[in-house]
Structures are given as C-alpha cells and as structure tokens.
C-alpha cells in the first residue's frame, strides 16, 4: 500500500472507475462497452467478466483506469474538426477511376 | 444396491449446489458493491444450474417419477444431503466469501475427479461444471486474499469467519459405505483422497490472505449422511419452497 498523496483528492471511499473494452469475436477490435468500479486492475478484469460478457458477448477484455485516459475537450470541436468538413480530396470517392481499372 | 449408491451421492452433489446456490442469491440486490452483487448472482446462477443436472439425472437414477424439481422443492431437512457448511446463515459478506472460497477450492477439486468418472453421465455434468467452478475459485480466492489482507478491520472480519467456518470443513472428507462402493467403482472419488490438493490450495491462499489457519481437527457432521442438520437448513426451506408449499404443482 502506498501512502496518501498529499496533492490527491481526498478519497471518497470508492473503488476507482475504469472503462471497459471488450472484442466481440476474433478479427474484431476492442470497444467500449462501458465502466465499473473495482479495488484493483485484475478485480476489474473479473468485474467486467461478470457485468459485461454474461451472454456471450466477447472473447477478450480490456480494462482501464478512467483517469489514465486523456481526451479531446468538447470545446474545441470546431477547431479540430469542422476544418475537414471541406476537404473532400480526402475522401477515396472524390477520384476518378480509368475506365481500363476494373477493381481496386 | 448401485443404483441407491449413485442416487444417494448425486443427492449430496446437487443440494450441495441448490443450498449455496441458494444461500448466495440471498445477496441479490444488497451486496456491497453493484460488481460483487451482479457476480455473486453469476455464482448463484451458475449452482442452480449444476443442481439442474445433478438432481435431473438423480432423478432418472430414482426412477419413481419425480423430476429435479420435485427433489428441490418437495423434499424436508431430513431428506436434504448437502454439507452443513452450506446451509449456514451468510452473516456478512466477510463470511460469505470465506465460506464460498472453502468450498470452491473442494469443489473444484472434486468436479475435476469427477470429469473422469466411469459413469459417462456423472462425467459430461462435471466436465461442464469444472469451469465454472475454476473461475469461482479464482474470484473467492481473490477476494479473501484482499480481505484478510486488508484493512485491520476486514482482516479481523475474515478470521473471525474462517475459525467459525473450520470446524465445518471436515465433513467435505469424510468417507461412507455409498462413498467406498462409488470409488471401487471408478464412478466417484472418495473424498478423502481430495484433501491434501484442497489443504494445499486453502494453505497458500489463506497465507497470501495473512490468515491463521485453526489447529482445531473437530468436525461437524451430519449433513451429507441426512442424520443431524443444523436449525438453519428448515429456516431456509421455508423461504426456498414456499410457493411449493403454498400452492402444489403452481404453473408459470
């Protein structure tokens, strides 16, 4: 056990969250399928075993922790992605094929 | 008599799993925790579905007509088979972890015997049984190792509830004449031959948990010979058959 953190807040008594990504089957990749609270990182994997993959769901499980995630501000949406909104060139449908290509 | 033999040892096998089944579904929706709630019905579901094929196929072996629901739910304390250690109140949650890890780790061991039994039937339930009993093993161990090894209070908490359950776990190993016929017999392990892998297990586990394991060798008995329950076990079976009881062959 490591001691209190001084610069932590201080500690509700909860379990710390973590997000959970399960693959549905082989050849898949993870997704996010929701969150649990758990004591440790293998409780988690065992937590997210009982909550989330009860009907078969998933062949694999990834966990966590919730703040060990860093994330796009909601705010800065317009300067991170409306400037795609008019680059269609970006796109593989805005290119002609040759008539001579059949497939691609 | 082989048939009475198997009968009587698939009845301790599936009131083993209908009692805890039954004792851990009293969790549902007061667990501590939302997580340890949803897994402790897991379990619980998991039991009720071993008893389904357990007493199912005791029922064949009878051959009086009853089904597996007849055997659960139209049977009283005496004709019950399950260890005493099952039908124990849940006192805390402390105490049901511990519990629930001293029987996986028999449990486990027991069903993985089992998978080899002579008997194809017995052989197929546990082979599909086994699995789940390996993940509830490595959860309750999991958790008594935190517990015990946790703050002084939850460490106090799961000693007092191993000292109070050690005297229970003895009946597990204790061995019949139904046991000596199904052993000769290839179709069942005699339970005896089980304990040194279940100390082993119980040893390392308990010692991860920084638990002092009692050195008191007294057992309890009676609850797989059906010759002496404890008063809990006819409490229980108020609540579990009540809507039997109530309301004879009731259809939903």
């Excluded at chain 2, 949650?93 to 039937?121: C, E, I, N, V």
Aim: hydrophobic content about 45%; proline content about 5%; overall charge negative.
């Amino acid at each position: 056990m490591s001691g209190p953190d001084a610069t932590a807040p201080a500690r509700t008594g909860e379990w710390p969250l973590f997000e959970v990504f399960i693959r549905g089957q082989h050849g898949l990749s993870h997704r996010h399928v929701g969150s649990l609270h758990a004591p440790d990182a293998e409780m988690a994997v065992k937590n997210a075993r009982d909550v989330y993959t009860r009907r078969n769901e998933g062949v694999s499980i990834w966990v966590v922790e919730a703040e060990a995630i860093h994330a796009s501000a909601p705010g800065d949406k317009e300067a991170l992605y409306d400037p795609a909104n008019d680059k269609v060139y970006r796109h593989p449908t805005f290119f002609k094929m040759p008539d001579e290509v059949d497939n691609m | 008599m082989a048939q009475a033999d198997l009968f009587q040892a698939l009845l301790r096998l599936g009131d083993n799993t209908l009692v805890l089944g039954h004792r851990i579904s009293e969790w549902c929706g007061k667990a501590p925790a939302l997580e340890e709630d949803i897994a402790l019905a897991n379990t619980a579901l998991d039991l009720i579905g071993q008893t389904q094929m357990w007493l199912g196929y005791a029922a064949q072996v009878e051959g009086a007509g009853r089904s597996a629901d007849d055997l659960a739910m139209r049977r009283d304390v005496w004709d019950f088979r399950n260890l005493l250690m099952l039908e124990r109140p849940n006192i805390d949650f402390g105490h049901t972890m511990m519990r629930q890890f001293l029987f996986d780790a028999y449990h486990r061991a027991a069903l993985d015997a089992l998978a080899r039994s002579a008997d194809p039937r017995v052989a197929e339930i546990a082979a599909k049984a086994v699995k789940e009993a390996t993940y509830h093993l490595e959860r309750s161990a999991e958790t008594v190792i935190a517990l015990g090894d946790g703050t002084p209070l939850s460490h106090d908490k799961m000693q007092t509830a191993l000292d109070l359950l050690w005297p229970y776990t003895g009946e597990m190993f204790e061995s019949d004449a139904v046991d000596a016929a199904l052993a000769a017999q290839g179709v069942m392990p005699d339970p005896a031959t089980l304990r040194a892998d279940w100390l082993a297990q119980v040893q390392t586990t308990l010692g991860a948990a920084t638990l002092t394991l009692p050195d008191d060798p007294f057992a309890h008995s009676g609850g797989r010979s059906g010759a002496r329950h404890t008063e809990h076990l006819g409490h229980m079976l108020t609540q579990m058959q009540w809507l039997q009881r109530a309301y004879p062959d009731a259809q939903w």
